[in-house]
């Protein structure tokens, strides 16, 4: 029988659940006919977490968490990679299908749409193939590289072009090249028609968990011990730093001068250093960023603490060079001896593995996603520092998408969308039963989404 025929005759549930597995993070939601973000999509903490008391967290659980402090997390995707099932399925139990799980399904009456990250080993993906058919048992299911989904958003209008009309249903962007930088690493992939373009990915080692444990490590040799306090310094992290558009100019700006002759911080660096107030966890349950106040640092330093505001004892980091110094990690890897290239060297290493013919289409619409495209002035430099790279006669466009941390569960949402092209993709339970995970894999590898 001609596979068109079988495709035709074939039966796929109603839902469609679509997950984009990330290492921080696990964005999923129920596919519908209009994907909002706010409504269907759900972030949901991707760990299992032991806190000082003993007692563990499982995913979702860590929202009733009030006290992050000296917080021991495991996570199951290491490296970008799903490495660690056991951990997983503990995690997808309490999401999926236990009693009052947040999206509650019957994998016996449900699409999966799994979103995973460039380059994953054989063996791993074999593994996932597996357990999502032999110990969850879904009905239905497709696994594709993550950054290709992001050609199915409307991408257009974010670089200028005309919005893309309603009625081409799930029709990718012809050319679009997707920078991903997220927990594990950072990731530069091309894709065409909705196919990611495999011999031009190209991957930085550095991500928001290197970043966070840079910071962590100098922020404990240069003020507080900070070693046992991830989570908090992932929230610093996140509040106070920022890409500078000039490294050495605001390194020279913060730099205090020799022990004899030290600098007075608002001669210089006065805007660029401020104060964080850590949360102690009763009184205030985060900690916030504030101006720097020299006279309540020199307090701090002597003391300990500072009294603040109802006469409440506030801990005080201060940061300076940190703040720049840390995420300029991902365009200078070198600054702390790693022999890779910076982000933008790397956009053109994956350019080099295209025909030059498609280098314009590429560079006019590049889309950046992933938690570290929110830090500030991240975009502005990758343009600035890519402009300069790339060839003169080629127009660079640079955005961000409007939920970076939801773009690829959106682009999964509206593949999910388009009926016939989720019958044409998605490979039933039987299917699998009847060729094996040999067939699946390959099946998955052609990174087919369209007929």
């Known amino acids: 029988m001609p596979r068109h025929s079988k495709v035709a005759d074939r039966v796929l549930p109603q839902r469609t659940l679509v997950v984009d597995n990330g290492a921080y993070t696990m964005k999923a939601g129920f596919a519908t006919s209009s994907p909002d973000l706010a409504n269907d999509c759900h972030i949901i903490p991707n760990c299992l977490a032991r806190s000082r008391d003993k007692r563990v967290w499982i995913a979702g659980q860590l929202e009733n968490c009030k006290d992050f402090g000296e917080m021991a997390f495991r996570r199951p995707v290491e490296k970008g990679f799903l490495v660690n099932w056991e951990a997983e399925k503990e995690i997808w139990d309490n999401t999926f299908f236990d009693k009052g799980a947040r999206l509650k399904c019957d994998p016996h009456d449900t699409s999966l749409l799994l979103a995973e990250a460039p380059n994953a080993p054989a063996a791993l993906q074999t593994n996932c193939d597996q357990i999502i058919f032999e110990e969850f048992e879904f009905a239905s299911y497709h696994r594709c590289v993550g950054p290709s989904l992001n050609a199915f958003n409307d991408v257009s209008s974010l670089v200028g072009d005309p919005p893309r009309k309603n009625d081409l249903g799930a029709l990718p962007m012809e050319c679009l090249l997707v920078i991903d930088s997220g927990f594990s690493h950072t990731t530069v992939t091309p894709v065409f028609k ?23 490590e100098i922020v404990s040799l240069r003020q507080l011990n900070m070693v046992d306090e991830t989570h908090l310094m992932n929230e610093v992290k996140e509040a106070v730093c920022y890409v500078s558009n000039d490294f050495k100019t605001d390194i ?10 030290r600098r007075k911080t608002e001669d210089n660096g006065g805007e660029i250093v401020v104060d964080y107030v850590l949360p102690d966890y009763t009184t205030h349950a985060k900690g916030f960023m504030r101006p720097h106040d020299a006279s309540s640092s020199a307090k701090h330093t002597k003391l300990g603490g500072i009294t603040g505001p109802g006469n409440v004892v506030e801990y005080v980091m201060t940061l300076g060079n940190e703040r720049f110094a840390v995420p300029e990690l991902v365009f200078n890897p070198g600054d702390i001896g790693m022999k890779q290239a910076g982000l933008p060297e790397t956009v053109m290493q994956s350019l080099s593995g295209l025909p030059p013919g498609l280098w314009p289409a590429m560079l006019s619409n590049i889309l950046v996603v992933g938690g570290n495209a929110n830090i500030q002035g991240f975009v502005d430099r990758l343009f600035t520092e890519l402009r300069q790279l790339a060839p003169a006669e080629c127009v660079v466009r640079i955005a961000k998408a409007p939920d970076s941390i939801k773009s690829t569960w959106l682009g999964g949402a509206h593949v999910a969308a388009d009926k016939a092209i989720l019958k044409d993709i998605m490979v039933t339970r039987q299917e699998y039963q009847e060729h094996g995970s040999a067939w699946l894999l390959k099946r998955f590898a052609s990174g087919r989404l369209r007929s």
């Open 194 to 216: 909705g196919r990611a373009i495999q011999q031009a990915i190209r991957r930085l080692d550095i991500g928001g968990k290197f970043l966070t444990n840079y910071l962590k």
């Open 252 to 261: 020279e700006r913060t730099w205090k001068g020799a022990v004899a002759d």
